[in-house]
């Protein structure tokens, strides 16, 4: 039984560069998130996507922020043009629709912007 | 407006006692869950307990119990008999389930427990 897993586990990259993470779900799962953790603070909502569609984005998604599920598996969050207030840690969450109370997180991608 | 607060930034607990961290939360929906998440140095959340808005009943697992006080819009986390692994950060979150596709979490700062042998 895998759970969640996000790659990389660490990205850093200079401002100015655009970063890709991936997050692949639990495999029965239809409900992916992506939410973003600050040092010291608790995770944030970003985006949410059931199945391929993306059903909601946080105002904390800005333009240079992009998020796809093309296929209603794994997914993908674009960070274009960093900047250092984009470092954090990433963390992606999934859920089915058997039991919507659970949310599976993976480990985090962590995000240094120099 | 904040909608899950955690008023304890760190706390110490010794082995083998029982430690209770404080988690209130701000609401108009009747239907909601709220819920409690670990966060060790690895980073990886864990879920440890969820309690439903409906629920008459205080939810416990294994050594985790909520005690909800709904009138006073509280979730608090008791953890029995602390052991070292326990050492982490725990967060307080609530979902509102007035909009049927919304499953978002509202995550608390969090509480950092040290379980001290």
């Known amino acids: 039984d895998t759970g969640v897993s996000q790659d990389p586990r660490h990205k850093i990259t200079k401002r100015g560069q655009n970063v890709t993470f991936r997050c692949d779900p639990i495999s029965e799962h239809n409900r992916l998130y992506w939410y973003r953790q600050t040092l010291g603070q608790g995770p944030e909502f970003l985006t949410y996507?059931?199945?391929?569609?993306?059903?909601?984005k946080s105002r904390l998604l800005s333009d240079r922020f992009s998020a796809e599920r093309p296929k209603g598996s794994f997914s993908t969050l674009e960070i274009q043009r960093t900047e250092q207030g984009d470092s954090a840690m990433y963390l992606c969450a999934s859920s089915s629709g058997a039991n919507v109370y659970e949310q599976y997180f993976g480990p985090g991608t962590r995000l240094t912007v120099t | 407006a904040q909608k899950i607060t955690q008023t304890q930034p760190g706390m110490f607990v010794q082995e083998k006692e029982a430690v209770t961290l404080d988690c209130t939360y701000d609401?108009?929906?009747?239907?909601?869950?709220l819920f409690w998440y670990k966060q060790p140095s690895s980073g990886e959340m864990i879920f440890l307990i969820y309690?439903?808005?409906?629920?008459?009943q205080n939810a416990t697992e294994g050594r985790y119990s909520l005690n909800f006080q709904k009138a006073r819009k509280s979730a608090n986390l008791v953890i029995s008999a602390s052991q070292l692994g326990d050492s982490a950060m725990y967060f307080c979150a609530m979902r509102e389930t007035s909009r049927s596709n919304d499953y978002k979490l509202s995550f608390g700062a969090g509480t950092t427990v040290t379980v001290r042998a």
């Open positions: 609401t108009s929906d009747q239907s909601y869950g």
């Open positions: 309690q439903g808005s409906y629920d008459e």
């Open positions: 996507f059931q199945n391929e569609a993306q059903l909601e």
